[in-house]
Structures are given as C-alpha cells and as structure tokens.
C-alpha cells in the first residue's frame, strides 16, 4: 500500500464484504495538533469477541477461498511506523470501527493519497450502499453523502458513467480546495 | 467547473437517454478490488476506465468489482463479460485498461496476450 487512501478502500471493502449497508468515512487533518485521523464505520455483521485481536494476525482469515488477511495487519504496521495510535472495536450484528491516528509530521507518514478514486472505486462496487464522507482539514470541513446525491438524481443510477465522471471531478475539486493553502501559515513566516 | 448545478443539467440529459434506451446492462467489467488488487493499483484502473468508457460513449457497460480471485500474483486483475462470454486479462495498467476498452469493448477483438485462460 503506497498511501492512507489505499488503506481507507481496503478498510471500506472489508466493510461491504460484512454486509454493511450504511458506511462512515471521516478524516480530520490539524497542522497546528499535528495530527491526521481517520474513522471507518460500518454497520456491517461485525467480528466475534474471540476473533478481534487475531485480524491483526497477518495469516488470519475468515473468508473461505483465502488463506491470508493481510490488510489490517498492514494498516496497523502503517500506523506503528510512525509511532501512531490503532483501534479496532466491533460488536457482532451491529458494525465495525476501525480507527488510526498519525504524528502529521512524521517522515514515514503515508500520504493521505487519492480520497476521489477511493470513493468512486467504492460507489462502483456498492451501490446499494449508503456512504458518508467527512473531511476536515484545519477545522474547515468537506461532506458527501450518497444519499444526499441520490436524491438529487431522482431515480438516475449513482454508477452511471456520466454521473461517476461527473463526480470523480466534482470529489477532486472539493478535496483540493479544502486541503489547499496547507503550507500558507508557515510559507509566510518573515 | 464542476458544481452541484451541473448535475442538475446532466441529470436531465440522462433522463432523456434514459427514455430513448431500455433494457439491462449485457456488457459488464469487474475490476479485482482485495488488498493485493488495491496494492496493485486496481483502483488507478478504476479511473481510467471510467474515463475510457465515457470517452468512447459506451454508456450501457456496467463496472463492477470482484474481491481477490486468488491470482494475486497478477493483480490488477480485470474481467470483461459480455453476453455469456467471460474473459479475465491479467497485469492490468491504465495503458492496458484504454486498450481493452478500445480493443474488446469497441471492436469485439479480445486481446488474447493480456488474458489468462
């Protein structure tokens, strides 16, 4: 995995494979705390008490045509790097929270990466699937909601090409604009 | 610019097509999407082949995903059906994935050397 974004799509495809219907995806970014978090949330079938602390287990999995788990065990190895804070909390029947926190500045911190095609991945392979996407950066906030774009699709399928292009541009413009001028406070110094 | 009143117009403009087609997708691309699909770059597929697609005005293909198949060692992993016919090409790049759009999708030639039998 070469970024954060990467990670957050493996997360999110962990979460559709459990059944989730209803998914959260929040990222908050603070220079001046240095920090970069994210939160997935699902309302997926969760993990069994007695299995949560083996998905850290690079070699434990549940799925029937694999021998191998390997992507939590990554994220958690991507966290630890850096000296960052890794949670996972499940409870069966009602959903999954995985959470990772990171120094912002710290040299072997991914790069938060494409959050655009992570989302534009995760609406072609879950349409059903109702997403939220939060992003704050610096206390500035960007939010999408699948459920608020359906509406206003009034009955167009979200994973019509035209409308996913549409969107891919839309999400990067957005995501641009909100983390833009990052550098502006310090740039500025004297 | 890309704005939220854009969608409005391109909302309507699908709603017409929409009138003047019917039917279901016959014509799908599943792109591999487990954590060796994801490390290998499936989702950079992802995106290039949803810009091919609308490029080439192939609005009625659906893409999907499918979880790791097993060949991980061969990830990006891309699997084009149309009709009853299923073909999975292997080692997938973004030049590969335009190619298999103009290729396979346009012409109907499968590109035998990228496929995996």
């Given at each position: 995995m070469e970024d954060l974004s990467q990670h957050l799509l493996d997360l999110s495809f962990n979460s559709l494979a459990a059944g989730c219907t209803d998914l959260q995806i929040c990222i908050r970014e603070d220079l001046k705390s240095n920090i970069l978090e994210f939160i997935v949330r699902d309302?997926?079938?969760?993990?069994?008490?007695?299995?949560?602390?083996?998905?850290?287990?690079?070699?434990?999995?549940?799925?029937?045509?694999?021998?191998?788990?390997?992507?939590?065990?990554?994220?958690?190895?991507?966290?630890e790097r850096c000296g960052g804070i890794f949670k996972i909390d499940s409870l069966?029947?009602?959903?999954?929270?995985?959470?990772?926190?990171?120094?912002?500045?710290?040299?072997?911190?991914?790069?938060?990466?494409?959050?655009?095609?992570?989302?534009?991945?995760?609406?072609?392979?879950?349409?059903?699937?109702?997403?939220v996407y939060h992003h704050e950066f610096n206390r500035k906030q960007f939010y999408f909601s699948t459920e608020e774009l359906k509406l206003s699709l009034e009955g167009i399928s979200i994973q019509t090409t035209a409308v996913l292009v549409w969107l891919e541009e839309y999400l990067s413009k957005e995501i641009?604009?909100?983390?833009?001028?990052?550098?502006?406070?310090?740039g500025r110094a004297g | 610019m890309k704005s939220l009143a854009e969608l409005d117009?391109?909302?309507?403009?699908?709603?017409?097509?929409?009138?003047?087609?019917?039917?279901?997708?016959?014509?799908?691309?599943?792109?591999?999407?487990?954590?060796?699909?994801?490390?290998?770059?499936?989702?950079?597929?992802?995106?290039?082949?949803?810009?091919?697609?609308?490029e080439q005005g192939l609005s009625?293909?659906?893409?999907?995903?499918?979880?790791?198949?097993?060949?991980?060692?061969?990830?990006?992993?891309?699997?084009?059906?149309?009709?009853?016919?299923?073909v999975i090409y292997v080692n997938v790049d973004q030049e590969k994935a335009k190619e298999i759009v103009k290729r396979h999708l346009v012409k109907g030639e499968i590109i035998t050397e990228w496929t995996v039998s």
């Open positions: 309302n997926g079938h969760g993990i069994d008490q007695e299995d949560i602390e083996k998905v850290l287990d690079p070699f434990f999995t549940t799925k029937e045509n694999a021998r191998v788990g390997l992507g939590i065990s990554l994220l958690k190895e991507a966290v069966p029947r009602i959903g999954t929270c995985v959470q990772a926190g990171f120094p912002r500045d710290h040299m072997d911190r991914a790069p938060l990466g494409d959050m655009t095609g992570t989302i534009i991945s995760l609406i072609t392979a879950g349409g059903d699937m109702e997403m641009k604009a909100l983390r833009r001028g990052k550098d502006e406070k310090f | 117009k391109l909302r309507d403009k699908l709603q017409q097509e929409m009138k003047a087609r019917q039917g279901e997708h016959d014509v799908s691309i599943a792109v591999s999407m487990g954590t060796c699909g994801i490390a290998a770059g499936a989702r950079e597929v992802v995106k290039v082949l949803l810009n091919e697609l609308r009625d293909v659906a893409l999907t995903q499918t979880s790791c198949v097993g060949l991980c060692r061969q990830e990006p992993l891309l699997e084009v059906k149309m009709g009853d016919e299923k």
